[in-house]
């Protein structure tokens, strides 16, 4: 299947759970609009379209603006200093003037930039991001689309977002964010083969690509999880996923394409108010995608880590929990490592990550055969 | 998009264009994050490869030589400040010694003990910065929080000594202006203990990192032969292993009487640099602590000197070493209170001559990380 | 944003639609002042001090404004912090064109206010950040405190709180005068108000006066100062390298024109009685003066490998064309002087011998307009191309930028 293929077929397939799929018939929220709309079924499956994606919406800025405030404080406490302290009790409204202030500040465009590449660049990686977002599984049933391919679609999708930086750094006709460009796109291009090999690893082991059956195969308890139920080689993938999500994401040690002290402001330099806080919130909303992914596939979704624990309608606290954690590595990360040259950058990929990840599939496959797994 | 502009900017010599490559020209600065004030860099790259580098300044040239024709030669201990105003007390102490050379005037042993402690803390306080920045250009911005932090408490000593936080205008021919306080000797000693505690750890923290050792070693090397006919100083010039350090080689002061190394690197490269920084200070803590040992506690800290100070006919030159090479003041008098030229020879001035031999052939993030262990201070440039 | 103005005309003649606009009045003031990203500016001192606010004991990150973005394009305040000059305005002046409004301008420190310490005398040197582009704030100090900088931050806040949809701000007025002397108004202004206070506290005074007939102001007592004679001096004799006499000796052998300056007869005794601190100045003619530094570089006894400057000095009636060399091996110092006529300044360059005395020479060009023949890149080095004179020069006068010292 060709490239757009899967996409489209994968978007196909989204647009149709969202009218007359999975959230509309498993979910409770679902099933109460069925009941009031009685014999109506269009109608229902209209009200349940809307209420989904207006809940996409509210996730993807709510979280992106809860995680810029928390990496500001994280960023503070680890420094030895506060953060912000002026908006609201500790802050936490901080985001929020933020986002206002960028509303009502005065966007233009360079007079040498190219109209359609540079106004149409700030919605492509917030777009990926929202396709993604509709098959996360927050929940057994708190998804709102459940396609067959969904980790397929994940990839295919995220692969999308990279197009967004280098067609706003091209567009905005400024040499420091033609550079960035060019390094996003070398990053993200080569990052992503890691990312499927480990992607795959995964779908190997478990036999799906459906993202709640991949939950469902890691039932019964923190040892069941792929991070510890291959042995060693389930925890060495994890890391491969986190780093290379991590030059995904574009965050330090691989920030190479808005590198603040080399490039000005990188790919975004010609970019103010709204079509910058797109960008923004696209890296935030991202983050967010990854650490999902990172706890669907490897650390049991919204499983409890003890089978005692799993109470119905509360999976989401777990998948909660576990996604924050990551977040909080990534958050660590950024605020500990320096910056890598991108001749290293593409050396530490092409020279080890691939290699390794190439190693850890095979060996993957032969635990697979032997069925050499811990827990049950 | 036009990346090659037909006009090569000026500086560069005339290119013959290429039919594999196109290569195009770069402005960094002067309001650029990397360039540490206003330098301003037009860089010919080739791809993300360095080509060429030409520096521009003076776009903070604040004419102080000009103005120091026209004012006293105390009042021109404040302009000294804003020279290199990271290492201000140096940059005093040399005017200071040029005026005492000139005017043959004495300074009392307290008051020297006074002037070496004062500028290894200074020492100390600007390589903290520099490590710093340093951490900030090569994208650990965690590094920058706890240098600072570390630097806030000798820039508190410096404000209980003169009052003020950065331009401290505080020496005078023939010693300083005023006596240090009672708390000075225990909060030198403080300040000694905590950092002997945290250097190793952010020595560890940065130059310990893997990811720093790959982008410092090896990048930006300078040669000795060329860091001599540059007239390069400091550390910069000791990492490339030239063995001069005006504290030992033309003692000044009463640093002859304190036992200390000089640091010296192998390569010349951006990791030597960062090395024999780091080195520098441990050694700035043993001046200081044999500073405490051997400093009288009682005594004059400055000697009686005129209202009016005037250098007979002639000149008198005076060099010190600050935190990044050698600083000098050259003064021309005719027997009247103002000089009648007044010439400072700024280390960094030549230390950043070099950027376009150690530079080239390397990365854009490179060049980023040779101006960052260069450590210019642009004022100090342009005076 | 333009749509928000047009806001009070919909909303006014609908019922409760003055209250509408009030809140997103006080909603939008609240955001914009609570979020102010900093642009990355800093020239000098100031900067460092703009560094310690944002570092972790002053925390300019409590305000929300730690986010130091590097592009103009999203920043909302621009901190000039440092000294402006001539060549910097037009690059700032860019900058201030490419920030989105609304924009705010907080000038830090005495150097944006009026010059500070470099207003009189100087020929490069704006006075005042307010010639250039319009100020918000001002904030004193040479350099100001990090808690000057952050009660300057609060009082933009203030000021930011204060605008309305309905009566938009209108950025400070530029001054239209580039080169007018505001001292002499503000010191009149202050002697002024100086008098209405005296006039205002004189009846206190004199009651507190009568009151207290015994008082007697405290003086610090005076410390004995000791006499210069009578003082302990550390001696400052020491040498390093090789005897003046004997580099005098090398190089009376080669070169017998050259003399020492300010010795007629040079002697062992005479050049003892200058002291441990002196350094041979040699003087040298124009036509020696290259062949003469390659001798001292290149001669294995002297062996000068190290340029420390080149610098020049304005005797009026010529110019002396300084050289200083050192020896990184021997440790020794040596001077250089030749003079040149003053109407024809040129002289050769010594930029093939020493690679630093490259720019050392473009900066005498710059500020003394000799010319140095043969030299690879004969460019001003400071001072921007439409300045049509060398500075340093003793008859140098520029009505337009100096103002002269009155004392």
Partial sequence: MSFFGTIWDGVGEMFDAIFNGDW???NQIGATVRGWCGENETLADWINAGISLATLAAIASLSAMVLVYFERKVSGHMQRRLGPMRTGPHGIFQT???????????????????????????????????MILAVIPFDQHLQVANPELGIIYVAAVAGLAGFGLIIGAWGSNNKYSLLSGMRSGAQMISYEVSLLLAILLI??????????????????????????????????????????????????????????????????????????SMFFLAEYVNMLIAASLATTLFLGGWHAPHPGLDYPGLGWLWFGAKTSCIIFLYFWFRWTFPRLRIDQMMDFEWRFLLPASMVSLLLAGVFMSMGWYIGD | ???????????????????????????????????????????????????????????????????????????????????????CHMNNLCLCMAVEKGANIGVPERGEYIRIMICELQRLQSHLLWWATFGMDLGALTAFLYGFDQREQITDIFEDVCGARLTMNYFRPGGSYCDVPDTFIPRVKAVLEGMEKSLDEYADLVGGN???????????????????????????ARAAGVDYDVRRDDPYGIYDRFDFDVPLGKNGDCYDRYTVRIEEMRQSMRILEQCIKEMPSEGPYRSK??????????????????????????????????????????????????????????????LVTVLATLDPVIPDIDR | MGMINQLPKVLDPIPGGKMVVNAVDYLVNWARSNSLWPLVYGTSCCAIEMMATGAAKHDIARFGAEVFRASPRQADVIILAGTLTEKMSKHLEVLYDQMPEPKYVVAMGACTISGGPFYYDNYSVIKGADRIIPVDVFIPGCPPRPEALLYGIMELQK?????????????????????????????????????????????????????????????????????????????????????????????????????????????EEALAEKGAEYIPDFVVGTEQYSAFVRFLREHADTDCDYIIQVTAVDFVDRYDVCVHLMSTTKKHKIFVRCSIDHDDPKIDTISHIYLGANWHEREVYDFFGITFNNHPDMRRIFLFDEFDAHPLRKDFDDPSRLTKRPY
């Fill in chain 1, 96 to 130: 929020l003037a933020d986002g206002i202030k960028l509303f009502f500040k005065e966007g233009f465009r360079p007079k040498s930039a190219d109209f359609f590449t540079y106004y149409l660049a700030p919605f492509i990686p917030m777009m990926g991001s929202f």
């Fill in chain 2, 1 to 87: 998009m036009d990346l090659v502009s037909a006009q090569v900017p000026a500086g560069f010599p005339e290119t013959h264009p290429n039919e594999l490559t196109e290569e195009f020209y770069l402005n960094m600065g002067p309001q650029h994050p990397a360039t540490h004030g206003v330098l301003r860099l037009v860089v010919k790259l080739d791809g993300e490869t360095v080509k060429g580098v030409v520096p521009h300044l003076g776009y903070i040239h604040r004419s102080i030589e000009k103005m120091a024709e026209s004012e006293t030669y105390v009042q021109n201990i404040h302009l000294t400040d804003r020279l290199d105003y990271l290492s």
């Fill in chain 3, 159 to 267: 000021l930011i709180r204060g605008e309305s949809i309905r009566n938009p701000r209108k950025p400070g007025e530029v001054e239209s005068e580039p080169w007018v002397n505001r001292h002499q108004e503000a010191v009149a202004e202050w002697e002024k108000e100086q008098e209405a206070v005296e006039e205002e506290i004189a009846p206190q005074r004199a009651q507190w006066k009568e009151d207290n007939p015994d008082f007697k102001a405290f003086k610090h007592p005076k410390k004995p100062v000791e006499d210069l004679e009578k003082m302990e001096y550390v001696p400052r004799e020491k040498r390093v390298g090789a005897e003046p006499f004997a580099l005098w000796n090398i190089v009376h052998e080669k070169f017998p024109e050259v003399t020492l300056h300010g010795i007629e007869e040079v002697t």
């Fill in chain 1, 203 to 276: 779908v190997l082991v478990s036999g799906h690509t459906n993202l709640q059956e991949i939950i469902k195969t890691q039932e019964g308890g923190i040892f069941n999880w792929w991070i510890f139920k291959l042995p060693v080689l389930g925890l060495i993938s994890f890391v491969f996923f986190i780093i290379t999500t991590n030059a995904e994401l574009n965050r330090t040690p691989f920030d190479l394409s808005e590198a603040e002290s080399e490039l000005g402001a990188g790919f975004h330099t010609e970019y103010s108010g709204i079509c910058f």
């Fill in chain 1, 24 to 26: 509309s018939k498993e």
């Fill in chain 2, 305 to 366: 000197i005129k209202t009016v100070i005037k250098i007979p006919e002639g000149h008198s030159y005076a060099n010190v070493e600050t935190a990044r090479g050698l600083f000098g003041t050259y003064i021309v008098s005719d027997n009247k209170p103002k000089p009648y030229r007044l010439k400072y020879r700024s280390p960094n001035f030549s230390n950043v001559n070099i950027i376009d031999e150690v530079a080239k052939g390397f990365k854009v993030a490179d």
């Fill in chain 2, 210 to 236: 893997m990811i720093i050792q790959e982008r410092c070693q090896g990048i930006g090397v300078l040669t000795k032969e060329k860091a001599i006919s540059y007239g390069c100083s400091g550390p910069v």
